[in-house]
Nanobody, 116 residues
């Protein structure tokens, strides 16, 4: 079955960096676009970044443009989110997502906390 497992979250000071990973299994990873979402306390889940099947196309939320970079390694079935210049408002649970024939698959998320 489809499994998505996020890792790499943690506590970081403002201005710091983190790299999130999402390991995928149970499907042909290289055939699907991958997406990172996040959900802050009391807020709706929001799209952060999308990457195409070959990594050639990426789309970012305006709030993270120029600071975050999404990438993928199809040989390792893994998608990454490099987060630089982190701000307190980036604090959230970050989720990996894959959509297959209209059905969404989610990981359990990884907590990112940006605080001094």
């Amino acid at each position: 079955q489809v499994q998505l497992v996020e890792s790499g979250g943690g506590l970081v000071q403002p201005g710091g960096s983190l790299r999130l990973s999402c390991a995928a299994s149970g499907f042909t990873f290289s055939n699907y676009a991958m997406t990172w979402y996040r959900q802050a306390p009391g807020k709706a889940r929001e799209l952060v970044a999308i990457i195409s099947v070959d990594g050639g196309t990426t789309i970012y939320a305006d709030s993270v443009k120029g600071r975050f970079t999404i990438s993928r390694d199809n040989a390792k079935n893994t998608v990454y989110l490099q987060m630089n210049s982190l701000k307190p408002e980036d604090t959230a649970v970050y989720y990996c997502n894959s959509r297959h024939l209209g059905r969404d698959y989610w990981g359990s998320g990884t907590q990112v906390t940006v605080s001094s």
